[in-house]
């Protein structure tokens, strides 16, 4: 193995296919995690605000649903692997859960009539606020 | 050695106590948002307190349908009604007489396509409710509606004397008062002395200098998804506002319908998603950057594509995006040098 160290050409020529692949699967690896996880724009955290408070701020590393009492009635924030959604609202208009899944940094969920909101937080906020 | 720490605590304490003060309130039955950079935590709050009571106030002022308290109309619901009834003049505030008067002149500019007079349409559809469900669509009374042609010239004011020659004129400044609001708080905060902050009323957006060493950056929201299209930086005192199909509609028989309706037909415009419009400062005694960003966005949404243009250009404004019903991006080629694409390789087209 040190032999192999000590003159790299030597290295070069000993190794098989199957040598070549793994070292390339991993190059593909590390190029993959890099791109998706080397981000500032992935979320870390979601901050839930009811009416002009801020209510909680919980990490997005988990799985949970979160039951918040709004204007209008309960509502239920799910968290599950980076992500956050409303998945429950009381409101009419269900805009907020058609909202979806939030992953990214900066994306936010309101529900007007319950007045709640969704903000997902990372390392830097691609902008100050949302022209929506 | 001593000055790197030094400096680099600096850094470091300057990043953790940035003086930035945020906060969110809902008025106008939609999300505010205000951050004032630069004042201290406690002279911000006052000041965000300060605004968001103008903004109740001209709230219950200048709201079309909704009592400020049982069986009291707001200013504007009382005119309503007054209208109604006939042609006997009603005195109302100066202030409201000048908003008029601004609007009137506004509507005309873009054809009637922003047109404050059509309350009564606006209701058929049910837009003039808190959440908005699907309508039983009564064509009997739209066509009539569209018919009787209720305008903003119809409506004469003379001093604080206001009667409308039209009785089917019902006023909301659903797409007016938001932008009014803007510069109202722009114009308190320049009074304060404060020259940074950031005001977004419903996607309704000005800037007052800027966020510390940088300008303040602004996020165009996608009309069908959960994040940000765009974004670009928002310069001291410009304004920008979009008009969207996604934050007040109804789905019928698999069919949007959006709160913006076109006077001409009575019907919601379905042929845009969403139009966005940059508004530079404006001189002083003229339409200000605020409304103008409510206001424009109204009639490129509703105009035809060949048509948007012109209509963009009636009002001065170079910088604007349209998203039309097949998602296709229309970005005017001002806007484009301004505007960064949140994901890359977004396709659009270039407007003139």
């Not at chain 1, 692949?21 to 190029?31: A, C, D, H, P, T």
């Not at chain 1, 500032?40 to 799985?63: M, P």
């Not at chain 2, 001593?2 to 106008?28: A, D, I, K, T």
């Not at chain 2, 001093?159 to 609001?181: E, F, H, I, Q, R």
């Amino acid at each position: 193995m040190l032999n192999f160290l000590r003159y790299p050409k030597l290295l070069i020529k000993e190794l098989l296919i199957g040598d070549w692949l793994i070292i390339l699967l991993s190059l593909v690896g590390i190029f993959y995690l890099f791109q998706t996880l080397w981000t500032n724009e992935h979320a870390a955290k979601v901050q839930i605000r009811i009416g002009d408070k801020i209510y909680a701020t919980y990490s997005l590393n988990q799985q949970r649903e979160i039951h918040v009492h709004g204007k209008i009635g309960d509502a239920v924030i799910r968290i599950s692997q980076g992500k956050a959604r409303f998945a429950k609202s009381p409101c009419n208009t269900q805009y907020c859960v058609h909202q979806g899944w939030l992953s990214h940094a900066g994306q936010a969920a309101i529900c007007l009539p319950n007045q709640i909101s969704l903000e997902l937080l990372g390392d830097a906020k691609p902008y100050d606020s949302l022209n929506y | 050695m001593r000055y790197l720490l030094l400096s680099l605590s600096l850094l470091l304490g300057s990043c953790f106590n940035e003086p930035l003060y945020h906060s969110q309130s809902y008025v106008f039955g939609t999300l505010v948002d205000i951050s004032i950079y630069g004042e201290t935590d406690e002279r911000a709050r006052l000041l965000a307190n300060h605004i968001l009571e103008d903004f109740q106030n001209l709230h219950n002022q200048l709201h079309a349908w909704k009592p400020v308290s049982e069986n009291k109309l707001g200013e504007l619901g009382q005119l309503n009604a007054a209208f109604q009834e006939g042609k006997k003049p009603t005195t109302i505030s100066p202030e409201l007489a000048a908003i008029l008067v601004d609007a009137a002149a506004l509507s005309v500019k873009s054809n009637g396509l922003f047109n404050p007079a059509i309350g009564h349409l606006i209701s058929t559809w049910g837009f003039q409710r808190d959440e908005f469900t699907p309508v039983e669509v009564d064509n009997a009374a739209i066509k009539n509606l569209v018919h009787a042609q209720p305008r903003m010239t119809d409506i004469v004011i003379k001093g604080n004397a206001v009667y409308s020659t039209n009785p089917t004129v019902k006023l909301d400044l659903g797409g007016y008062a938001k932008g009014y609001a803007l510069d109202i708080a722009a114009n308190y905060l320049h009074k304060e002395h404060v020259n940074n902050a950031l005001i977004n009323i419903g996607g309704n957006i000005i800037a007052l200098g800027k966020h510390g060493e940088n300008p303040w950056r602004v996020g165009i929201q996608h009309p069908r998804a959960p994040t940000a299209i765009a974004t670009l930086a928002l310069p001291d005192g410009w304004a920008i506002g979009t008009s969207g199909d996604y934050q007040r509609y109804f789905m019928l028989n698999g069919k949007r319908y959006c709160h913006i309706i076109d006077p001409r037909t009575g019907y919601p415009a379905q042929h845009t998603q969403s139009v966005t419009v940059l508004v530079p400062p404006q001189p002083p005694n003229q339409t200000q950057a605020g409304v103008l960003s409510d206001v424009v966005s109204k009639p490129i949404f509703i105009e035809t594509p060949v048509n948007r243009n012109a209509a963009a250009q009636a009002f001065g404004i170079k910088n604007f995006i349209v998203i039309d019903d097949q998602s296709t991006i229309f970005v005017s080629s001002n806007m484009l040098k301004k505007i960064h694409w949140v994901e890359s390789g977004v396709k659009f087209s270039t407007l003139p």
